[in-house]
């Protein structure tokens, strides 16, 4: 597996991932507009994702709100020579015209992945879990998935935590559910610890919670795959190396 980091772009996070790059295979980058874009960035490592703005940044899709910053950070993307970027399809606040929801995000995925032809980018939807704190996340299981990935041609990035975490809002178990989810043929993964039991994300350090970490490996072969530690500090991701070192089948 080609194993990489997620970080933002603050001063901070660039000093780590300046230390990061001589370790890890990549680096996943989340970005907005507010980040000034550091046009030496691309020869610190010649390896990037990125991740483009969602509902931290009340970013949704779904409703075309913040379509320009996601075109942003396609753009930003192709100027790094990123090997993907990285969306969620959007949120809805109850199940009334999910239908409208789902639609409207196809929609509008399907656009942003010709825009990311242009900038020679592959664009990925990012499965996500049902819950979050404040609404419903579309994407979250394996029909809307399908669905997605099919009418907009984007690929697929497996996040295994919040398969696990939809898996359990779904009532379904989760190694049925995630070798489900990994049918759709993902491109990359993502890859984090949790509370299991839980239907909300939290996005821990390696070893720090509970979940099935060991089963989550066995699906990796040779593709990219993006811890999303919290908090994103050096120390936590030279821990994680360690901790893959045991826990890799």
């Given at each position: 597996?080609?194993?990489?980091?997620?970080?933002?772009?603050?001063?901070?996070?660039?000093?780590?991932?300046?230390?990061?790059?001589?370790?890890?295979?990549?680096?996943?980058?989340?970005y907005?507009?507010?980040?000034?874009?550091?046009?030496?960035?691309?020869?610190?490592?010649?390896?990037?994702?990125?991740h483009?703005?969602?509902?931290?940044?009340?970013?949704?899709l779904?409703?075309?709100?913040?379509?320009?910053?996601?075109?942003?950070?396609?753009?930003f993307?192709?100027?790094?020579k990123a090997?993907?970027?990285?969306?969620?399809?959007g949120f809805?606040?109850?199940?009334?015209?999910?239908?409208?929801?789902i639609?409207?995000?196809i929609?509008?995925?399907?656009?942003?992945?010709?825009?990311?032809?242009?900038?020679?980018?592959?664009?990925?939807?990012?499965?996500?879990?049902?819950?979050?704190?404040?609404?419903?996340?579309?994407?979250?299981n394996?029909?809307?998935?399908?669905?997605?990935?099919?009418?907009?041609?984007?690929?697929?990035?497996?996040?295994?935590?919040?398969?696990?975490?939809?898996?359990?809002?779904?009532?379904?178990?989760?190694?049925?559910?995630?070798?489900?989810?990994?049918?759709?043929?993902?491109?990359?993964?993502?890859?984090?610890?949790?509370?299991?039991?839980?239907?909300?994300?939290s996005?821990?350090?390696?070893?720090?919670?509970?979940?099935?970490?060991?089963?989550?490996?066995?699906?990796?072969?040779?593709?990219?795959?993006t811890?999303?530690?919290?908090?994103?500090?050096?120390?936590?991701?030279?821990?994680?190396?360690?901790?893959?070192?045991?826990?890799?089948?």
């Amino acid at each position: 597996m080609k194993l990489g980091a997620k970080l933002h772009l603050g001063r901070d996070d660039l000093d780590i991932i300046k230390k990061l790059v001589k370790i890890y295979d990549f680096i996943e980058v989340y970005y907005t507009e507010h980040h000034l874009f550091n046009s030496t960035i691309n020869k610190l490592f010649d390896h990037w994702v990125v991740h483009c703005p969602h509902h931290h940044d009340s970013i949704n899709l779904a409703l075309n709100r913040g379509i320009n910053h996601v075109k942003s950070s396609i753009k930003f993307a192709g100027n790094i020579k990123a090997r993907y970027a990285i969306v969620h399809a959007g949120f809805l606040h109850s199940e009334k015209n999910k239908n409208f929801y789902i639609k409207n995000a196809i929609k509008v995925i399907k656009k942003l992945n010709e825009f990311s032809k242009k900038h020679r980018v592959k664009l990925l939807v990012e499965n996500v879990p049902l819950k979050s704190i404040a609404h419903m996340e579309l994407g979250s299981n394996v029909e809307e998935m399908e669905m997605i990935l099919k009418k907009t041609g984007c690929g697929f990035c497996l996040d295994f935590s919040h398969a696990y975490h939809a898996s359990v809002s779904y009532k379904i178990n989760y190694k049925k559910f995630i070798k489900n989810m990994y049918k759709l043929k993902p491109n990359m993964f993502h890859l984090y610890d949790g509370i299991a039991g839980q239907e909300v994300d939290s996005h821990l350090p390696l070893g720090k919670g509970n979940l099935d970490i060991p089963f989550f490996l066995k699906f990796v072969k040779n593709e990219f795959v993006t811890l999303e530690i919290s908090p994103p500090t050096l120390e936590n991701y030279l821990d994680a190396i360690e901790y893959l070192k045991n826990k890799r089948p």
